[in-house]
């Protein structure tokens, strides 16, 4: 198993929608999550990060958070083509010496179709 | 503030050859990690220098190692080039306390 999964896509959504983009991980002891944007050809680039079970929200963004079912996702209303990109998912977790360890997801890409 | 620096940003290698990337995080980061990025593969993590200290380990072979220097900056080296090692190499910087990654525009290493 995958310590952090995510369905590669592609996830097509109409202008306007919502897309949904989704994420577990295996590590119960994971402690933050975060939510990264890559352009093609481009390096990520942070989104939203989340610690807390519930819903966080930035704008078009919601990240929601249920530890309890090892689960993350991403919410992005109004979704518009300039949002077609790849969103990786990131979990922090303790590693062996007291440190922390972040793992990627393999990405989900999004395409949003005018 | 100046983002994340990779250097250089395109490198084109012959199998058997060594390669040496460098990365100059965020101003006050100490904090430096290193991916490696292919479409099969995903973004896996290759290790993280703290204060000049390897802290963190991916599971890569021995040919891939790095350092960190006391002013933050970070360099990789990969050492008997594959065609397998052809991928974009990612690193990101964090701050004090901080969780959050900030990543540099990458160095593509092509192995021919």
């Known amino acids: 198993q995958k310590e952090v999964e995510q369905n590669s896509g592609p996830l097509s959504v109409p202008e306007g929608a919502i897309a949904s983009l989704n994420c577990t991980y295996s590590d119960r002891g994971s402690q933050s999550f975060f939510w990264y944007r890559q352009y093609s050809g481009k390096s990520p680039e942070l989104i939203m990060f989340?610690?807390?079970?519930g819903d966080k929200e930035d704008g078009r963004f919601t990240a929601q958070l249920n530890k309890a079912s090892q689960y993350v996702s991403l919410l992005i209303r109004d979704s518009q083509p300039s949002d077609s990109a790849t969103y990786l998912c990131?979990?922090?977790?303790?590693?062996?010496?007291?440190?922390?360890?972040?793992?990627f997801g393999i990405g989900t890409k999004l395409q949003v179709i005018p | 503030k100046a983002g994340v620096t990779q250097t250089p940003r395109y490198l084109i290698k012959t199998r058997g050859q060594q390669v040496t990337l460098s990365c100059s995080p965020i101003s006050g980061h100490r904090s430096v990690s290193w991916y490696q990025q292919t479409p099969g593969q995903g973004l896996q993590f290759l290790f993280e220098y703290f204060s000049e200290t390897q802290r963190n380990k991916g599971n890569f072979p021995g040919r891939f190692s790095g350092r960190q220097f006391s002013n933050s900056r970070s360099e990789m080296n990969v050492s008997t080039l594959e065609l397998g090692d052809s991928a974009l190499y990612l690193c990101a910087s964090k701050g004090r306390g901080a969780t959050e990654a900030f990543f540099g525009q990458g160095t593509r290493l092509t192995v021919v």
């Open positions: 990131a979990v922090n977790t303790p590693s062996p010496g007291g440190y922390q360890k972040v793992t």
């Open positions: 989340i610690y807390s079970n």
